[in-house]
């Protein structure tokens, strides 16, 4: 029961941190992002509760990438303070750190910024990781189509 509660509870913690990254990274209180990974990481080093089944090497990386995330708000009270790239560096780190505690990879989402066609500018674009599979594996098969219907045709 209490390691349920536990779970949801930092699921929600995340998720509410992830999406406001998402959408209101302007507005994100950093402060909130410190204090949820440091109860994170009390968690990871007492390998209790959730994390207590996590194997050694995954605890490492989880708390490689809160060092980075740490480093990267560090003397910053506001999401709108990072630099774009930042922000999605930070992104991407909060929703791996949640893909590993809810053992979730396919569920993370992950972002980049891409140039778009045409255009210097760039856009935001942000995908699960089943969807960037799912892409991979589309653009494949088509590729292999396209590839038989040219020796087909010669």
Do not use: P
């Not at 509410?16 to 109860?39: C, H, I, K, Y």
């Amino acid at each position: 029961m209490c390691r349920k509660l536990v779970t949801f509870v930092v699921a929600a913690s995340l998720a509410m941190a992830s999406s406001a990254w998402a959408g209101e990274t302007e507005s994100l209180n950093l402060d909130e992002v410190r204090s949820q990974q440091a109860d994170i990481r009390a968690g990871v080093n007492a390998a209790t509760g959730i994390y207590e089944d996590m194997s050694e090497a995954n605890r490492r990386q989880l708390l490689e990438r809160q060092d980075r995330v740490l480093r990267a708000i560090d003397g910053k009270t506001r999401g709108a303070e990072l630099t774009e790239d930042a922000q999605i560096a930070v992104f991407n780190d909060l929703e791996w750190i949640e893909a590993a505690i809810n053992r979730a990879e396919d569920e993370r989402m992950v972002c980049e910024r891409r140039k778009q066609l045409g255009s210097n500018r760039k856009e935001r674009v942000c995908m699960t990781v089943a969807q960037q599979r799912e892409m991979r594996e589309r653009a494949r098969a088509e590729m292999m189509r396209g590839d038989r219907n040219m020796r087909v045709g010669n």
